[in-house]
């Protein structure tokens, strides 16, 4: 079985990882001056994650002349992408499985191909913070689906895990 949008448990326990992550960014104050953040949340309509908008968690500066937005970490959406991150990392080998077949263009799946190649490409940064985090000698290929067996995957326990994985800015 795999997150489906359907699936109010999966997405309410990203929304509370998300929070925590938000919490813990405007606990710390302005990175730019050290000012105190304030709440700057937006919605997000994301494919693949919930029938309607998401709470998108922002944060902006208070201290006048710095203004400096942040927004922290997130497991339900993989930078400016239009899907939810777990449908960016799976999609591409699990589409049918999902029950998504027909509904992304080709040319989506295309890009986030070109995406994962470059992100787990043996020069990339990423896949040199993967090697300190995974275990020694995982192999991977240029899609995502090849690192998913050492989080247990498919077991449910294994999602949040993934996608914490996953979205790492690094």
Same mark, same amino acid.
Request: aromatic share 12%; net charge positive.
């Given at each position: 079985?795999?997150?489906?949008?359907? *699936?109010?448990?999966?997405?309410?326990?990203?929304?509370?990882?998300?929070?925590?992550?938000?919490?813990? +960014?405007?606990? &710390?104050?302005?990175?730019?001056?050290?000012?105190?953040? *304030?709440?700057?949340?937006?919605?997000? &309509?994301?494919?693949?994650?919930?029938?309607?908008?998401?709470? =998108?968690?922002?944060?902006?500066?208070?201290?006048?002349?710095?203004? &400096?937005?942040?927004?922290? =970490?997130?497991?339900?959406?993989?930078?400016?992408?239009?899907?939810?991150?777990?449908?960016?990392?799976?999609?591409? *080998?699990?589409?049918? *499985?999902?029950?998504?077949?027909?509904?992304?263009?080709?040319?989506?799946?295309?890009?986030? &191909?070109?995406?994962?190649?470059?992100?787990?490409?043996?020069?990339?940064?990423?896949?040199?913070?993967?090697?300190?985090?995974?275990?020694?000698?995982?192999?991977?290929?240029?899609?995502?689906?090849?690192?998913?067996?050492?989080?247990?995957?498919?077991?449910?326990?294994?999602? +949040?895990?993934?996608?914490?994985?996953?979205?790492?800015?690094?």
């Amino acid at each position: 079985m795999y997150p489906l949008c359907a *699936d109010a448990p999966f997405i309410q326990s990203l929304r509370h990882f998300d929070q925590e992550l938000f919490l813990a +960014i405007k606990a &710390k104050g302005c990175p730019h001056c050290g000012g105190p953040l *304030d709440t700057a949340n937006y919605l997000r &309509k994301t494919r693949g994650l919930s029938e309607g908008s998401e709470i =998108r968690f922002s944060l902006c500066c208070r201290v006048e002349g710095c203004r &400096k937005r942040r927004q922290p =970490r997130s497991i339900r959406f993989l930078g400016r992408r239009v899907y939810g991150a777990w449908v960016v990392i799976l999609a591409i *080998d699990y589409c049918n *499985d999902l029950g998504l077949k027909g509904q992304i263009a080709r040319q989506t799946i295309s890009r986030w &191909k070109i995406f994962w190649r470059e992100r787990l490409s043996e020069a990339g940064s990423f896949l040199k913070w993967a090697r300190g985090v995974l275990p020694p000698g995982t192999k991977s290929t240029s899609l995502p689906s090849s690192l998913l067996g050492h989080f247990g995957f498919p077991k449910r326990e294994s999602w +949040i895990l993934i996608l914490k994985f996953f979205t790492e800015p690094v």
